[in-house]
């Protein structure tokens, strides 16, 4: 199995477990303290097109359809968009979710305001090629928000050992576990020095106005619950030149 397939598979066997929590996540204080974060970064108009990339079960997604904007939610795993289409029907959200891949995206160029993703950036193959993409499909001053972790320096086995039971991986059995780590090892970003790394390449490629903000953890992750993410996130955001 290739590691394109490996990270598929590794998804749509996460894909029930990130079902339920994140129909929970979206109960949960959580879903405001997200939504704040993401209003904050936002370009100043009432109704914008969004791209979520790697949406997982739509979290993102039915966020910024409560909001009024116009949203597509795209992710590489069959059972992550199928569980994003359970949530959006449950919520009552029309979205629109497609099976994509974040580094080969079929859609015009410049035709996004917003392109957003969590948790996402850390599990591509080759993210150059993925952030290029977004570039690509982003519209003149168009928003690149990403929120992640530099998940690739951290054994997860390692940092559950540390853990009582409430955070957000305590759901995963030891086979997926070590799944995860190992795809770490072989994914080229893991190597990279983040966010200085995404910083750097960004505005290599044509972003400006590129801001890193490395205390998001501290402002969405207050509490240990199970929701909690022990791996301190960080938040890119990036304005594509004119």
Not at 194 to 203: A, G, V
Request: hydrophobic fraction near 35%; include cysteine.
């Amino acid at each position: 199995m290739n590691l394109v397939d490996r990270i598929e598979n590794y998804w749509s066997k996460r894909s029930d477990d990130f079902f339920d929590l994140r129909i929970e996540e979206l109960k949960s204080d959580k879903r405001q303290l997200w939504q704040d974060e993401i209003i904050a970064n936002l370009p100043d108009k009432e109704h914008l097109k969004i791209l979520d990339v790697g949406c997982g079960p739509g979290f993102f997604s039915v966020i910024l359809s409560s909001l009024g904007h116009d949203v597509i939610g795209i992710d590489l795993t069959e059972s992550m968009i199928q569980k994003a289409d359970e949530i959006a029907d449950i919520l009552d959200y029309d979205i629109d979710f497609r099976i994509m891949n974040a580094q080969e995206l079929d859609f015009d160029d410049e035709e996004f305001d917003v392109v957003i993703s969590r948790n996402l950036t850390w599990t591509l193959p080759d993210i150059e090629k993925a952030y290029k993409e977004w570039y690509r499909v982003l519209k003149k001053d168009g928003v690149l928000l990403n929120f992640d972790a530099d998940y690739g320096k951290v054994s997860l086995k390692e940092e559950m050992k540390s853990l009582g039971e409430e955070h957000s991986h305590n759901m995963m059995d030891s086979s997926l576990v070590k799944e995860c780590d190992d795809i770490k090892q072989e994914l080229e970003i893991s190597k990279r020095r983040r966010p200085m790394w995404d910083e750097k390449f960004l505005q290599e490629i044509g972003f400006e106005s590129c801001k890193i903000d490395c205390e998001i953890s501290g402002r969405v992750y207050k509490i240990k619950d199970d929701f909690y993410n022990p791996t301190p996130m960080f938040k890119v955001c990036a304005i594509k030149s004119r």
